[in-house]
């Protein structure tokens, strides 16, 4: 009896010649009169081991290999594996990581398992069995060899499967196998299955393609030892994992048609699925916002109505010179076709959408963020609402929206975050993908920790966000409230200071095109009303309510004004069901009717209200139009606005006058030469603007000129970038912030 381990190589490469001599002789007779038709248009079947192999990689690999499958319902799961049915249903029971499979090839290939009901394709194991001598039998004959150890305690269907060196792998023993009228297998160096002779991995899944007509070019193979070669025998695609037997490596030959992974399972699977564009492509930077950059309207995608902002400016980051980078974002379904099917119409952008329903949005932003979290960043404490239902709806979208993150971030990605909204993320992502870099702007201001201590749920929220590895603000106001709020937390996450800018060409080459066409009554310097604008989103820490009650106390102080302004309030509509907007709404209304019932004369009336969305050029119109731009923000992160006024002005030679509200970010760069304002002063709002109206034109020209002066002019897309490598940056030594120069 030949024992040495060069009779075990000669037997194991041996096993693989008798494995692809029963494939050739098996598989084109099952196949045989069989064409791919039509039928397997849009097939994708991943046929795949389990040990080493789905199960195998590190738990990242493995998360994201889930939730790709999740995903893609479309590509049909099948287990290829030695397990018995016992054994795999002990898998899918106890790991929350293993996809729910369609179909299960089990026992090295002699069962095959309807994965929806857990019953057996009968028709199919019948072939498969054929000639099996039953395992008592093979146990008897077998008895006698050294080495040979049935393996006890697992459950065996139609083979029998035993543990056996490499050095009792002998002829002698083979030839008994083959007295039987049995085939076998030998793999890792470790296990010996008898089986009948006409079942393998790759027979069964054979028989399995013919009766689902599966064409074999829309299948893809994945294994790592000598048993799953007959897998790679059958004309499909395959993926060889990388820490595979060497055997299975040198039997299967190179080509086209199989990946050799550089990494180990689950790792290896998904570069293949991603390699042959079944699943999206995991990306290096993943842009986290709530919100898509476009909207859905009229029937197709709309673009932002405004280059400026956090949407347009995200969106530029995706330009053909930007980082290879994905927008995670959530997409509510609200019954139209795109939404219903959750994959939606193309947008030209690499967006990763993830479906919301309606009723979840209502909980997780209509309340909680806006009803919760809103008032904190404000400063508004005595407006939270907390709703312990509405907050778990929170929980629930920030769980998901983690683990979409998750699933587009390859690994050592860049994840950028984006404001309140997803505020828990960052403890989740930390969790689950240490391997991430985690930064979040907040776009919104920041409150001061005194404020952000009042939210109900402070504590979760602080863990969390002592997660980042930085945390971005425009103003080092904020910054200082963020360090103070998480003093005490885990982790002390780096702070930036990032204040953003508008895309001042943009703005200064569209607003001189507007002026060249605007009607002659309505260029500069027609007898008119001086015109104060406002234009925001309907919110109160906006303070409109408060505007139009100090146009009311202005002309009561100033007679003499009467007919002599006009406050033109441009107030675009916020997302249907936000209840304190809605309240917002009705108070507004309700005092410019009182205000214009009270002042109104010859046809003229203070207050113009315009509760509807414009183009970013009919916004324009307005700012050429105005005489003062007024910001009377409670609170505010940026205010962009206020630099779009400037900008329109100076480019066009017109000389406009900013009032600006103390809190806003804009103020920390502005301040120095725009007439700031207190707007939870009513009396300061009524003398600043009073101010406004009585300036000088030699006043009006040097406030422009300074203000134009003020404004800088890197562009949105390069502040994106560069946050990108800050959240990447390694902590400095001396300082956990990082200087305004970085700007």
């Known amino acids: 009896m030949r024992t040495t381990e060069d009779t075990a190589q000669r037997a194991s490469a041996q096993a693989s010649d008798d494995s692809g001599r029963n494939m050739a002789a098996l598989v084109p007779d099952e196949q045989a009169g069989w064409e791919p038709s039509t039928t397997g248009a849009g097939v994708r079947v991943l046929v795949t081991d389990l040990d080493g192999t789905l199960l195998g990689g590190d738990t990242t690999d493995r998360r994201r290999l889930r939730a790709a499958l999740d995903r893609h319902p479309e590509v ?57 001598p039953g395992r008592r039998r093979v146990r008897e004959r077998l008895s006698g060899f050294p080495g040979l150890v049935y393996q006890e305690g697992v459950v065996q269907e139609a083979r029998c499967s035993f543990f056996l060196r490499p050095e009792q792998l002998s002829e002698e023993l083979l030839d008994a196998v083959r007295e039987l009228g049995c085939g076998w297998t030998y793999s890792a160096g470790r296990y010996f299955d008898v089986l009948p002779a006409p079942a393998s991995k790759g027979h069964a899944l054979a028989l399995l393609a013919r ?28 993926v060889i994992m990388s820490g595979a037997e060497p055997a299975l490596r040198e039997r299967v030959p190179d080509g086209a048609r199989v ?38 309207a009229d029937g197709r995608w709309q673009q932002p109505l405004s280059p400026n902002g956090v949407l347009p400016t995200l969106q530029g980051l995706f330009g053909p010179d930007g980082p290879d980078a994905v927008w995670a974002t959530a997409l509510v379904e609200d019954g139209t076709p795109h939404a219903r099917t959750g994959r939606p119409h193309r947008t030209g952008l690499p967006l990763a959408f993830l479906p919301v329903n309606a009723a979840q949005w209502t909980e997780y932003f209509h309340r909680a963020c806006k009803e919760t979290l809103w008032p904190a960043l404000m400063c508004q404490p005595d407006r939270i609402r907390f709703s312990p239902s509405a907050w778990s709806h929170y ?14 971030a390859d690994r050592g990605a860049t994840v950028w975050l984006h404001d309140y909204n997803l505020w828990l993320v960052p403890g989740i992502l930390r969790a689950t993908r240490p391997d991430l870099h985690l930064g979040l702007f907040h776009h919104t201001p920041f409150p001061p920790p005194d404020t952000f201590a009042r939210i109900p749920t402070a504590g979760q929220l602080r863990e969390a966000l002592a997660c980042l590895d930085w945390a971005g603000f425009h103003t080092a106001t904020f910054a200082d409230h963020f360090r103070r709020a998480l003093a005490g937390a885990s982790r002390s996450p780096r702070t930036g200071v990032h204040p953003l800018g508008i895309d001042r060409r943009a703005v200064e080459d569209l607003a001189r ?64 069901g936000i209840r304190v907007h809605d309240a917002t709404r009705a108070s507004v209304e309700r005092a410019v009717a009182e205000v214009n019932d009270r002042w109104r004369a010859d046809g003229w009336e203070p207050v113009e209200y315009l509760p509807r969305h414009l183009s970013f050029g009919e916004v324009l119109d307005h700012y050429l139009a105005a005489d003062v731009f007024w910001v ?59 101010r406004a109206l009585t300036m000088s034109p030699e006043e009006r020209t040097t406030h422009l000129t300074r203000l134009a002066a003020l404004l800088d002019d890197q562009t949105p897309t390069r502040w994106a970038r560069r946050i990108i490598t800050a959240i990447r940056r390694p902590a400095p030594a001396t300082s956990r912030t990082q200087p305004a120069s970085l700007r």
């Open 259 to 296: 990946h050799r992974a550089e990494r180990p399972g689950a790792g290896g699977i998904l570069s293949a699925l991603a390699e042959l564009g079944w699943t999206e492509r995991a990306r290096p930077v993943v842009v986290g916002y709530h919100r898509p950059p476009v909207r859905w």
């Open 513 to 576: 095109a507007r002026a060249r066409n605007a009607a002659p009554g309505e260029r500069q310097g027609a007898p008119r009303p001086a015109l104060i604008l406002s234009v925001e989103r309907l919110d109160y820490a906006k303070a409109p309510l408060e505007k139009v009650h100090a146009i009311a106390t202005l002309l009561s102080q100033h007679p003499g004004m009467r007919g002599q302004l006009t406050f033109r309030l441009v107030c675009p509509p916020p997302e249907p």
């Open 211 to 238: 009766e689902q007509r599966w064409p074999m070019g829309s299948v893809l193979v994945a294994g790592d030892s000598l048993n799953d070669l007959s897998l790679f025998q059958l004309g499909a695609l395959g």
């Open 395 to 408: 929980e629930e979208f920030n769980a998901r929206f983690a683990e979409h993150i998750s699933a587009h």
């Open 76 to 132: 049909t799961l099948v287990f290829a594996t030695g397990r018995s049915l016992a054994s795999v249903e002990q898998i899918l029971r106890s790991d929350p990581l293993v996809p729910t499979p369609r179909w299960i090839i089990a026992d090295v290939g002699a069962s095959v398992i309807d994965g929806a009901d857990r019953s057996r394709v009968e028709a199919v194991q019948r072939r498969l069995r054929r000639g099996w």
């Open 632 to 690: 009377t923000s409670l609170q505010d992160g940026m205010n962009l606005t206020a630099k779009e006024f400037i900008a329109s002005h100076a480019a066009t030679g017109r000389s406009g006058v900013l009032v600006l509200s103390r809190h806003t970010g804009a103020a920390s760069q502005l301040g120095a030469a725009a007439l700031l304002t207190d707007p939870r002063s009513p009396q300061d709002l009524v003398d600043a603007l009073h």
